[in-house]
T-cell receptor, first 113, second 111 residues
Framework: DVKVTQSSRYLVKRTGEKVFLECVQD?????MFWYRQDPGLGLRLIYF???????EKGDIPEGYSVSREKKERFSLILESASTNQTSMYLC????????????FGPGTRLLVL | GQQLNQSPQSMFIQEGEDVSMNCTSS?????WLWYKQDPGEGPVLLIA?????ELTSNGRLTAQFGITRKDSFLNISASIPSDVGIYFC???????????FGQGTELSVKP
């Protein structure tokens, strides 16, 4: 079974703090994705990566950066957290067979005060 | 940008009833995926469809990839209380595997 894990289920941070969200997958998938999910807006793609050290902007990259130093790990970084980044953050990976199928982690609910 | 229209937005049904939801798009997709999300959890893959016209079942769930490649539906037969949750469709529209998600259908099942 594909397993995608996220470092925290719940996180509370203050405005201006630097926040790291970690995602690890154990299926040797090439592709990894970060989404945020907000009521009424659905899932929106922040960043994705097709390979180690590669990153591509998604639909809403502003205020975020990512890091992929190892194939199994994809980190989302909020350089200076703001209240409008309060959200549910979901990590996903794909690359097995079929390649397009994405598998999601349990999510991190982030509250920025 | 590309959008998927998923309907209905919400459904309130009695246990034992059948459920049907669908997604349509103005664009052609190569793959359709259906996910279920429980409150506070990540989406879990239910069914994946890879060919136009394909009809696939997973227990009480059946999904079809429309012939035009612009739509898909999901049926749940004989609903039970644990079917409660939000169901999302997603379309894959390029080789890179990026997904476009529908807005979700929130299902409530009354025992």
């Amino acid at each position: 079974d594909v397993k995608v894990t996220q470092s925290s289920r719940y996180l509370v941070k203050r405005t201006g703090e630097k926040v790291f969200l970690e995602c690890v997958q154990d299926m040797d998938h090439e592709n990894m994705f970060w989404y945020r999910q907000d009521p009424g807006l659905g899932l929106r793609l922040i960043y994705f990566s097709y390979d180690v050290k590669m990153k591509e902007k998604g639909d809403i990259p502003e205020g975020y950066s990512v890091s992929r130093e190892k194939k199994e790990r994809f980190s989302l970084i909020l350089e200076s957290a703001s209240t409008n980044q309060t959200s549910m953050y979901l990590c996903a990976s794909s690359g097995g067979y079929p390649k397009e199928t994405q598998y999601f982690g349990p999510g991190t609910r982030l509250l920025v005060l | 940008g590309q959008q998927l229209n998923q309907s209905p937005q919400s459904m309130f049904i009695q246990e034992g009833e059948d459920v049907s939801m669908n997604c349509t798009s103005s664009s052609i997709f190569n793959t359709w995926l259906w996910y279920k999300q429980d409150p506070g959890e990540g989406p879990v893959l239910l069914i994946a469809l890879y060919k136009a016209g394909e009809l696939t079942s997973n227990g009480r769930l059946t999904a079809q990839f429309g012939i035009t490649r612009k739509d898909s539906f999901l049926n749940i037969s004989a609903s039970i209380p644990s079917d409660v949750g939000i169901y999302f469709c997603a379309g894959v529209y390029n080789q890179g595997g990026k997904l476009i998600f529908g807005q979700g259908t929130e299902l409530s099942v009354k025992p």
